[in-house]
């Protein structure tokens, strides 16, 4: 039970710190029932410019960082500021550009992963 209540506030932090710089279309995925998912949470945004998407993910991993005291497992895609992946192990958050997005389709791959919206 311990993990459950860890992810959830987790992941209420990480919405928070996307929701503070303004990111779009605010997605999560429960990927628990799926047994090849690699965590068990996946949150997806979205924002317009590198510099945004690379505000979101400071964002994000100073307030998780400040609320909870938990580092990213590991981080990816800083230089380009596309995509921004940072991974906590239970949960991998995406921050990308909306081109970006449309290309990857997330959220068609997952699609049998219980979707959860947020407002922006």
């Avoid at 998407?53 to 596309?82: C, F, M, W």
Wanted: aromatic residues 8%; proline residues 2%.
């Amino acid at each position: 039970m311990t993990r459950l209540t860890k992810n959830s506030k987790i992941l209420t932090t990480i919405i928070k710190a996307i929701q503070d710089k303004k990111g779009e279309n605010i997605v999560s995925l429960d990927l628990r029932k799926i047994h090849e998912a690699v965590a068990d949470f996946f949150v997806i945004c979205e924002a317009s410019t590198n510099t945004q998407v690379k505000a979101i993910a400071d964002s994000v991993e100073h307030l998780v960082k400040e609320t909870i005291g938990e580092a990213p497992y590991r981080h990816e895609g800083q230089q380009s500021a596309q995509w921004i992946l940072i991974d906590y192990v239970n949960v991998v958050v995406h921050v990308m550009q909306p081109e970006t997005r449309r290309f990857y389709k997330l959220e068609e791959m997952w699609s049998d992963a219980p979707m959860t919206s947020y407002e922006s």
